[in-house]
């Protein structure tokens, strides 16, 4: 055992043996028990509540959706945080799901792999003439700094143990549905910290995990995936035996730190470009 039975979480399955154990051999080597129990849990109950049956079966599970419907930052500011991400679901014992819709719904770019995290397209709420509703629901984080988790300490240190046991049982209990969008991939030390401390040895950002983790949620989609081929063959690549780098260049404008460039709007302050 890695120590992560010391969690003090909710247990998902009372009985072990109705425990259906889909999830691959080969990916089951390599990640932490604790991602691949919450896979299991979340395979199951995607299973056993098919499509809007997960929305409104009185026994289906809460839910935690992480939205997308505005400025999100890049696609690492969007989705550079699964680890924190499972682990929130993890800690709150909720099916976790993604709704991106701006510029376009993330399943134009990339689909379920082997967990499925969309979003019913028959669910009603969701769409995107229809994001004035998903700000609706509760948030999470509700009366804490999502956006900018980093600009207080205290967010780490205590506001996030609050909101899991506000989730849990506080306030929040009660609530089907959960929305968030936290900014945390900027403080992955602290999600780091929390796993050590519970006895956990894979920090999951700095080692393979982080990238078996993507892709058991995506898969390119078709036009991606043709796109892709395309520039294989055409760069004599061999699929998986190749690396890539995405260089990001800093706007040319000199600023001192902490400062901003403003562009063509004045308003709208962007650190780069």
Not at 138 to 153: A, H, L, N, S, V
Not at 193 to 218: C, P, Q, W
Not at 234 to 258: D, M
């Amino acid at each position: 055992s890695n120590g992560w039975s010391r969690l003090p979480r909710m247990n998902f399955f009372t009985d072990q043996q109705n425990r259906v154990d889909t999830f691959p051999l080969t990916t089951k080597e390599k990640l932490p028990q604790w991602i691949l129990d919450y896979i299991t849990f979340h395979n199951e109950m995607r299973r056993k509540f098919p499509g809007k049956l997960l929305f409104t079966h009185p026994n289906a599970p809460k839910l935690l959706v992480r939205i997308c419907l505005g400025l999100c930052g890049g696609l690492n500011d969007r989705l550079g945080q699964l680890p924190l991400d499972l682990y929130l679901a993890n800690q709150t014992n909720r099916v976790y799901l993604i709704n991106w819709q701006r510029p376009r719904a993330l399943e134009n770019f990339l689909l379920p792999n082997e967990i499925d995290w969309s979003i019913p397209t028959d669910v009603p709420g969701w769409g995107f003439h229809e994001m004035k509703v998903t700000r609706g629901q509760t948030k999470f984080f509700d009366g804490m700094p999502e956006d900018t988790p980093g600009t207080m300490q205290d967010f780490w240190t205590t506001q996030l143990d609050h909101a899991i046991q506000r989730a849990n049982t506080g306030e929040f209990k009660n609530k089907k549905i959960l929305i968030h969008r936290v900014l945390g991939h900027l403080d992955e030390d602290k999600l780091e910290k929390r796993l050590k401390a519970l006895g956990e040895v894979d920090m999951i950002h700095n080692t393979l995990s982080y990238g078996r983790i993507f892709r058991t949620f995506f898969k390119p989609s078709p036009g991606v995936q043709q796109f892709l081929t395309q520039v294989q063959n055409e760069l004599n690549l061999i699929p998986g035996q190749y690396t890539g780098v995405h260089c990001r260049v800093r706007h040319p404008k000199a600023r001192a730190f902490g400062k901003v460039v403003h562009g063509k709007n004045e308003d709208y302050p962007a650190d780069k470009t």
